[in-house]
């Protein structure tokens, strides 16, 4: 994988290679830490029998057919994507699953009616989304009163990765960072839910570690990166070999560590 992860997910279905994407959201999905914080927003939500719930930027749709057999019998999932290939890939694998749909939609410009669901989750998105205000906002719009609304994202300035030479650790970290449209939305999610109106609204930090370096680098793409500030000219090549060389020699002696933070949102529209 490259860092084209970073940028690429704003538009999948433009990109050379589908695999590099949907293997990454396979890889998340059979990370332990990501499977339980997904459980988790299932709770929030309320999946329960009978609820409709839309799943924004649903992927590959796993989570989408989780939450499905939770709100069966009676309930339904729509799951929505801007790319046509994970609908696509999404109807493919879960087909057979009851209570369950998904369509290409404009996450900015939903085409439901207000007040239609009883629950919205959006998990990891909004991160590729420049302009996430109307995301959220579309999506309070078409929540009934008293419905809720989820979202899990990074804040990907706590990434964090232990390495000698800080200054140039600084650079490749927010050079990541900075790689994302929304690269701070994670700690911008509690102003936006208050800001489209939305009352009780709680935050949860959750936090992984990473000691295993092969992992780190799909999930983060520090050599991807550093090879890119040194190609630019941005930092010294000498000095970019040696850090990734840093990070290879504490692997090798069981010493790698990284970590970085995400934050579980939850929010309520009012029923006024």
């Known amino acids: 994988m490259n860092d084209d992860l970073a940028s690429g997910f704003r538009d999948v279905d433009r990109a050379a290679d589908f695999a590099v994407f949907s293997g990454c959201l396979d890889l998340v999905d ?8 997904k459980r988790e927003s299932y709770g929030l939500l309320g999946a329960g029998p009978g609820r409709r719930v839309l799943d924004v ?9 989780a939450i499905a057999g939770l709100v069966a019998p009676g309930g339904e999932v729509v799951g929505i994507d801007a790319s046509r290939e994970m609908i696509e890939a999404a109807r493919a694998r879960y087909a057979g699953v009851e209570c369950l749909s998904f369509d290409v939609a404009d996450a900015a410009a939903l085409t439901f009616d207000d007040a239609s669901f009883d629950a919205c989750r959006i998990d990891r998105v909004l991160q590729h989304v420049a302009d996430p205000a109307p995301v959220i906002r579309e999506m309070v719009r078409v929540l009934r009163p008293g419905g809720v609304l989820v979202a899990y994202d990074n804040d990907w300035e706590t990434l964090t990765v232990d390495a ?4 140039l650790t600084r650079t490749v970290l927010n050079a990541w960072c900075d790689r994302f449209p929304s690269g701070w939305i994670g700690r911008r999610l509690v102003p936006l839910f208050l800001d489209a109106g939305l009352r009780d609204v709680v935050a949860t930090p959750r936090t992984l570690v990473l000691q295993d370096l092969e992992v780190a680098d799909r999930l983060y793409c520090f050599f991807a990166t550093v090879e890119r ?3 630019a000219g941005t930092v010294d090549r000498k000095a970019a070999d040696a850090w990734a060389q ?13 970590s970085y933070t995400g934050f579980l949102v939850r929010g309520v529209k009012s029923a006024d």
């Open 164 to 167: 000698p030479d800080r200054r």
């Open 229 to 231: 500030l040194a190609t």
């Open 246 to 258: 840093a990070l290879r020699d504490a692997s090798a002696s069981g010493r790698f560590f990284c």
């Open 57 to 65: 930027g649903c992927g590959l749709g796993g989570d989408a057919a």
């Open 30 to 37: 059979s990370i332990p830490f990501f499977a339980a914080c």
